[in-house]
Every structure is written in C-alpha cells, then in structure tokens.
C-alpha cells in the first residue's frame, strides 16, 4: 500500500518569517558598529559635504531665482569636483557591496551557520533578515546623508526648501535606496555563490566596473552591429538610437541616472529617445509637476525593484538547496 | 508515549552518486545516551544532519521526537540542542551576546532568556569571563560555550558531533561529566565520537558505522560477544605446568580462546564469568592460582577487531575478484 502524501502533510510547519526579526536586530547592530561601515560612512559624508558646498558656491554666484535650489544641490557641480549624484552612482554600489558580500559565506567561514540553521527558525527568516538589515543600513546611512545636505542648505542659502522639492527629494531617496538594493542582491547573490568572500567582492566589484566603465561602450558597439546603418536613412538613425537606448537600459546605472534625471531636473518630459512630434504643444522649460514625472520615472523604477527580485530569488533558491555542513 | 525518541527506517542519503548513508535503521531510547561510532566518512554527521532537518533524506523515514524533521523541522529544532563538529561563534560578540542571539531565535522571552544564559554559563564555569568577546576564547572555552548554548533551550534531546575534539584531558573528563548530567536530568544524548574510551565510559549503547550502514549495534558487551565472540575477558595467573594449565581452561564451556601471556599469565576470553570454573581448572591442573581478575570488554579492541577483519575480508574480495 502507497500513502499519498496529503497536500497539508507536504507543507512545512510553521511561519517562514520566526526568528526574521531576531536576525535582522542582530544584522543592524553588527553593520552599525562595523568598522567596514564606519570607514563608508565617513567617505560619503566627506564627499556630500564637499559636493554639496561646491554646488552652494555656484548657486550662490548666479543671480538667477530657482524654485528647486534645493534639488541643484544634488546635481549642480563645481570645478574640479562633479555634482554629488555623479559620486552617489558608484558610492552606492560600493556602500551596498561592502554590506553584503559576505553575507552567507561569513557565516559559513566562522562556523555559525550549522548552529544558527539548528535552531528553530528557516533558512528564509536567515536570508530575509539578512538582507533587510542590510536594506535598512543603507537606507539609515543615505538618510543621514540626505539630512545632512539639507541641513547645509538651510545654513548656507537661507532659503526654505519648498513642498515640492522635499517631497522630490524624498523620492529620489527612495529610488537611491532601489538602486542600492540591486547591488545588495548581486552581492548576496556572490556570497552564495561563492565560498571565498574575497572571491565575492571581487565578483561583486567586477560587475559593477563593468556596468560603470564598459557598458555604455558596449551598448554602442552593439547597437552599430545589430542596427547598421546603410543608406543613411533618417529611419536607420532612428532605429540604431532606439537600440542603443534599448541596451543602455539594462544597465541599473542608466537606470539611475534617468530616474535621477526626471525627479532632480522637473524640466525634464521625457527619458530617452525625444521626437520633435512628442513635444508640440509643450513649452520647453517648464517643471513638470511631481506626478508627472514619476510617471516618466515608474519604468525604470520597476525595473530596479522587478532585477532585485530577480537577484533575490536566485539566491534564495540557491541557498535553501545548499549544504549546510561546513 | 513512543519508546523511541529517534528511529528512522531505510534512511538513505546520496550526493551525487555516492552513498554517504544507506538504508539506516536507527533507534534510540528515550533518556539513554547513545554513542555513534566509525570511521572518518562512515556517515555518522550525515546521518545527524538528517534527524535535524538540515539536510534532506534521499529516501527512507525519519522520526524525532515524534516529528518528521522534513516536514516539522521547527518542532523537531526546537527540541533538540545540536554541538556541530566545528563550533563557530561570532567572535566580536560576548559569550553573553551569543547566547542572547541563540535565545531570541528560539523566542525564549527576554527575562527568562537571561535568567538561563546567567544559569548555564555559571554551570559550564565560564561565568567570569561572559563579557568578553569570544574570539579570545580557548577552543575548549567555545566548546563549553557550545554546552552552554545547549543548556538555553531546554532540550528533551541533545546530538554531539565529536564534542570532545580537541578539549584536554581535564576539560574532556569534564565534558563527559556534564553527558552523564544531562541523562540524569531524563535528556536523551546522541553522541559521534572518535574517541572509544569515552564513548564507553558514557555510553549505555553504541553503533558501529561502516559505509553509510549501522553494522552492528547494542551495549559494550554485547557487541563484544557479537564481534570477539565472547563479551568476558578473564585473566589467569598461575603457576605451574603451562601446557596442563592451558589444556584445562581451553577444555572450560562457554571459553572462546585462551591465549598465554608471559609464562605465568593466561588471558581468557568467554561468554560469560567464568572466574570460578577457571580457578578450579588451574587447581585441576595442579597449578596455583595467584590472581585472577575480570577486565570489562574494551571498545578500543572490538573497534580494531570489527575493522580489521572488515579489511582483511575487504583485501581477500579484492585479491579474488
Ligand atoms: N556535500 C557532499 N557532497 C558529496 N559527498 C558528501 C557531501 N557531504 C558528505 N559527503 C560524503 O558522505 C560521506 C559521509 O560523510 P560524513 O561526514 O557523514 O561522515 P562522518 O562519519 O561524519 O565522518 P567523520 O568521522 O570524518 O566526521 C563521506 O564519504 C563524504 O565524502
Ligand atoms: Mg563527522
């Protein structure tokens, strides 16, 4: 005789989420006494301060009135330095990676990991807690950062920040947070992988140079190959941008960028490829109001959020078929 | 209430081709502490990590405790502490901040949590030195702490993988005494070790792994009567005519072998005390008796025994095929 499994029989047993909360505390407090942390900390707080002071200077010097200053804070530069959203594109992956990389195979290098898993909790509550501590870290870190340049706003220009542009700000955090979380995920997603975390930072580092310094190259060469054009017809132009764009897209960077480019810039009506038809009866130079533009914006935010569940559920397939044994 | 706290049926483990345990029908008794025995890869974690759920079975049934560790691995983990063979702590924490890590995941609420780490780090002696952080700990000192951290959860049942690895003399004497602590508190022990004295000395049963397969298993001696063929060893010392002597304790029933050792020590093995029959045959002999004494079977000897017939019969299979 055959018992069939009934389906109530096959499901585990109690909630995946017990312990998450235990292993999150625990998670935060590890990162926010960390000296790896600490030394991140203060690199980015130096370059907020010293990006946020060089646009304050140029803003100051020009005389015309601006309903988003606050927002120029961000994006305005000064010679030699960029503009601090140049310095958050690459200080946010490091921060991220520098969290995560060795998330799973720490544990398992310490020889934690064969007691933590005997105690009554899944692997889920371990990985979520994990990665969630490691979520809220950054997002601690990119608020005080945020604060911060505001609070030297308020100092230095003497003018109130502006319902709108808070409110844009806050936004533009979020999506930091998005765009740091892909990279938390692919780091994790390496300390799975890989049983070195050495080997998982480097990994980690790798994809990042490869999207900072070699993607935007790359997509170009490809769109030429993919879409050549022959003849010179303005449709084979056309064609080969809307490739390049394509390609340029799968890069978290570019995704970024246009986010930050619609939500810092309210001027901005459209991402990408812009046909002069698409803009008639716009009246170029105007904000678009909030809504709007994260209309412009909810693409691409999905985007980072659809690859960070991507990267999550690799890994999280990954370790729950892992040997535990060390 | 079931008699057996563990017992599996046809438990198998494959990885990839090979077998790390095969059709393993394990029983352990409540309350008793049972020793798991064997050579370097002979499945003896393999076999742990399966009653625990933390690796899955590739056929066969498990039972701990009553639960299926596949499908209720909580109940089953919350019930039973687990020393794994390579303990490891988070070294920038304190012992303290380690147990109360191990406590909130097991839920145990905060007053109470802190009322048993206090308990169990004095009980494990290491009380003085809770604040400070682990990584300068002894290895002896994590794997008390390891005890400790077993103590916490209030365990029906405790599994050890090779617990006593690396520990001093002092500390494993002590180690022991804590197993025979947690018996007497009614807590079953499963225990895996290298180390056949100890096991012996704390264990009420034994199993002998070999191959992924439970060769042969009960109490010391009998597995002494299984595999030396006799469970008593009794030791003769007597003068006189040594072939006489010999003559009449081989001629002894329930005697399996009798070897000479020196020219006045005779060393019997049988199948039960046979003190008094082997005085009077050295009498019979016309010897006189000088001592005689009744050595406990050794499990170091039936462990050379068992495996070194395993491989004389394994090299003549070799040799034929
Ligand atoms: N992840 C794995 N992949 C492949 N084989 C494995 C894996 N884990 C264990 N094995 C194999 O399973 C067998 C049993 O290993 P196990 O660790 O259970 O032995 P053991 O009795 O605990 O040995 P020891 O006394 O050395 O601790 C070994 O042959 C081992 O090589
Ligand atoms: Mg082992």
């Given amino acids: 005789m055959t018992v069939q499994a009934r389906p109530h029989e096959r499901r585990r047993e109690g909630s995946p989420w017990t312990g998450m909360w235990a292993v999150l505390a625990k998670e935060m407090a590890d990162n926010l006494t960390s000296v790896r942390m600490h030394i991140l900390e203060i690199l980015i707080a130096l370059t907020a301060v010293g990006a946020v002071f060089g646009a304050i200077q140029t803003i100051l010097e020009t005389v015309e ?168 017809f303005p449709e084979e132009f056309i064609r080969q ?32 490829l812009v046909l002069p038809i698409q803009l008639s009866g ?45 | 209430m079931a008699e057996y706290v563990v017992e599996t049926r046809n438990l198998s483990k494959h990885y990839n081709g090979v077998v790390a345990v095969d059709n393993l029908n394990l029983r352990v008794k409540a309350g008793e502490v049972f020793g798991l025995l064997g050579p370097n890869g002979s499945g003896k974690t393999t076999t742990i990590l399966m009653l625990l759920g933390l690796t899955e079975p590739t056929k066969g049934e498990v039972r701990v405790l009553g639960f299926n560790p596949v499908r209720q691995p909580l109940s089953v983990k919350a019930r039973v502490g687990y020393l794994p063979d390579q303990v490891g702590f988070y070294d920038q924490l304190t012992a303290r901040e380690n147990l109360i890590y191990i406590a909130k995941l097991n839920g145990i609420p905060r007053r109470e949590a802190y009322r048993r780490i206090d308990e169990a780090l004095t009980r494990i002696g290491l009380a003085d030195v809770a604040d400070r952080p682990v990584g300068t700990y002894s290895r002896g000192m994590k794997q008390r702490l390891g005890v400790a951290e077993l103590l916490i959860k209030r365990p029906q049942m405790v599994i050890l993988d090779e617990p006593t690895q690396g520990l001093d003399p002092a500390a494993a004497v002590e180690f022991l005494n804590i197993i025979r602590d947690l018996k007497a508190e009614g807590i079953t022990v499963l225990l895996a070790s290298h180390l056949l004295h100890q096991v012996q000395a704390v264990c009420d049963r034994v199993g002998l792994f070999r191959k992924g397969r439970m060769v042969v298993e009960g109490t010391v001696p009998e597995l002494a009567r299984q595999v030396l063929g006799g469970g008593y060893r009794v030791r003769v010392i007597a003068r006189g005519e040594t072939d006489t002597i010999l003559r009449h304790l081989r001629g002894l029933s329930h005697v399996v072998e009798v070897q000479p050792k020196g020219d006045m020590t005779y060393e019997l093995l049988a199948q039960r005390d046979v003190r008094p029959q082997a005085a009077r045959a050295v009498v ?16 170091d000897e039936i462990y050379a025994r068992y495996f070194e017939t395993e491989e004389v019969a394994h090299d003549r299979a070799g040799k034929a095929a």
């Fill in chain 1, 65 to 232: 009135q601006d309903p988003f200053v606050y927002l120029r804070l961000f994006t305005v530069g000064r010679e030699p330095l960029p503009a601090f959203i140049g310095f958050l594109g690459f200080l946010v992956p490091l921060v991220a990676i520098a969290l995560a990389f060795d998330t799973v195979n720490g544990e398992f290098n310490r020889r934690t990991m064969s007691r933590v898993l005997a105690q009554p909790i899944y692997r889920d509550a371990l990985l979520f807690g994990k990665f969630l501590a490691h979520l809220f870290t950054l997002a601690l870190v990119l608020t005080a950062i945020w604060l911060l340049i505001f609070g030297l706003g308020i100092v230095r220009l003497g003018v109130r920040p502006g319902g709108e542009e808070v409110a844009r700000a806050l936004w533009f955090l979020l999506a930091t947070i998005f765009y740091g979380g892909i990279w938390l995920t692919l780091a994790m997603l390496f300390s799975i992988v890989f049983r070195e975390p050495a080997t998982a930072a480097l990994a980690s580092i790798a994809v990042w140079l490869f999207y900072i310094a070699f993607w935007g190259m790359l997509a170009d060469v490809l769109a030429q190959i993919i879409a050549p054009i022959r003849f010179g």
């Fill in chain 1, 241 to 272: 941008l809307e490739w390049q764009l394509f390609l340029s897209r799968l890069s978290p960077n570019t995704l970024y960028s246009e986010i930050a480019l619609a939500l810092l810039n309210p001027a901005t009506r459209a991402l990408g």
């Fill in chain 1, 282 to 326: 716009a009246i170029l130079g105007t904000p678009l109001p909030l809504r709007q533009s994260l209309l412009l914006i909810w693409p691409q935010m999905t985007g980072l959020i659809a690859v960070t569940i991507l990267l999550f559920a690799l890994g999280y397939v990954l370790f729950q078929r892992q040997e535990i044994r060390a």
């Fill in chain 2, 284 to 299: 019979e002999a016309g010897g006189e008796l000088l001592n005689l004494d009744l050595e406990e079977p050794n499990l």
